[in-house]
């Protein structure tokens, strides 16, 4: 994961410090829009020294990483919970409906965040619930195909797969957040996965 803090918050003190901190970073970015986010504006939001912020977050951008880092912490375990009480439709289906899912609650934050990947730490942090995703994919690709194909060739076909998915879910969460409700849109996907089962 990607390193958005100067110093990490281990006292329960300096974590409260963080949370409030991030809480106003929240809270302006969907009150305000992200032009409003500045440094300034978090630590008075959050009733924080600028001194006090600048210990965990040297920046704009790694608040919004940290955001963001919240938002993949979630994604990834919520992916993980998916695999532990499957059964019934293919898993690659739930996986898929789930990741979907949780694009679609807390909406408008999740596209504003989605927004900040012309900042690095934030493309850096947003990539770890894909990575993840991918590793799944390529683990039924590999249970499936590895008598057919190399090790080489899975991994690729996943890393196609996976992104392929990844970036048509952003594009609709940005441009046409309704088909994201869509079944259809769900069926077009995993129709996508279920090609990449094919040798």
């Not at 493309?123 to 190399?150: C, D, H, V």
């Not at 060739?153 to 996943?158: D, L, P, S």
């Amino acid at each position: 994961m990607v390193n958005k803090y100067r110093k990490k918050p281990i006292q329960s003190r300096s974590k409260v410090t963080v949370d409030t901190l991030l809480e106003a970073t929240t809270h302006i970015l969907l009150k305000e829009g992200v032009e409003a986010l500045t440094t300034n504006h978090v630590a008075e939001r959050a009733g924080v020294s600028i001194g006090s912020l600048y210990q965990y977050f040297p920046n704009k951008a790694s608040l919004i990483a940290a955001l963001i880092e919240q938002h993949v912490d979630h994604e990834v375990s919520t992916l993980k919970e998916v695999f532990m009480h499957w059964k019934g439709e293919p898993l690659y289906r739930s996986v898929i409906n789930e990741f979907i899912q949780i694009h679609l609650n807390d909406i408008e934050l999740t596209k504003l965040l989605h927004q900040q990947v012309s900042y690095l730490e934030c493309r850096q942090a947003l990539r770890e619930a894909t990575k993840y995703f991918e590793s799944i994919m390529e683990a039924l690709l590999n249970a499936k195909l590895k008598e057919q194909l190399s090790t080489k060739a899975i991994k690729v076909r996943a890393f196609v797969v996976t992104n392929a998915i990844d970036s048509l879910i952003q594009i609709a969460l940005v441009e046409n957040t309704e088909m994201l409700s869509e079944p259809y849109l769900l069926d077009e996907l995993v129709k996508l996965v279920n090609q990449a089962f094919e040798v």
